[in-house]
């Protein structure tokens, strides 16, 4: 079992930046792949990024590409998701999730484990 908890969220203007933080306790961390989602209001949830266990790979949607980053600390559990020239349409509960497999997964049914979320929330 592993327990995930995200914080970081909150209200920035456009063009602005935060970094999503998400601590994971249980098993062991670094055996698994993480990643992020997030989910807009009235939307379904959608894959934003996405790291290989051993962070030598990274993937990312396309909206993502070039404005946000994925990376991991497995010395203190925790990966992590900077975002940058955010845009209202990044208006969502983001997500960590956990996946238990030697590859970088991007489905929402491949993860395993579900953080709560956080919310962000970029103003226009």
């Known amino acids: 079992q592993v327990q995930l908890v995200e914080s970081g969220g909150g209200l920035v203007q456009a063009g602005g930046s935060l970094r999503l933080s998400c601590a994971a306790s249980?098993?062991?961390?670094?055996?698994?792949?993480m990643g992020w989602f997030r989910r807009a209001p009235g939307k379904e949830r959608e894959f934003v990024a996405a790291?290989?266990?051993?962070?030598?790979?990274?993937y990312y949607a396309d909206s993502a590409k070039g404005r946000f980053t994925i990376s991991r600390d497995n010395a203190k559990n925790t990966v992590y998701l900077q975002m940058n020239s955010l845009k209202p349409e990044d208006t969502a509960v983001y997500f960590c999730?956990?996946?238990?497999?030697?590859?970088?997964?991007?489905?929402?049914?491949?993860?395993?484990?579900w953080g709560q979320g956080t919310q962000v929330t970029v103003s226009s």
């Open positions: 999730a956990a996946a238990a497999v030697y590859t970088v997964v991007t489905g929402t049914d491949e993860f395993d484990y």
């Open positions: 249980g098993r062991t961390f670094s055996s698994y792949a």
């Open positions: 790291m290989h266990l051993s962070g030598s790979s990274t």
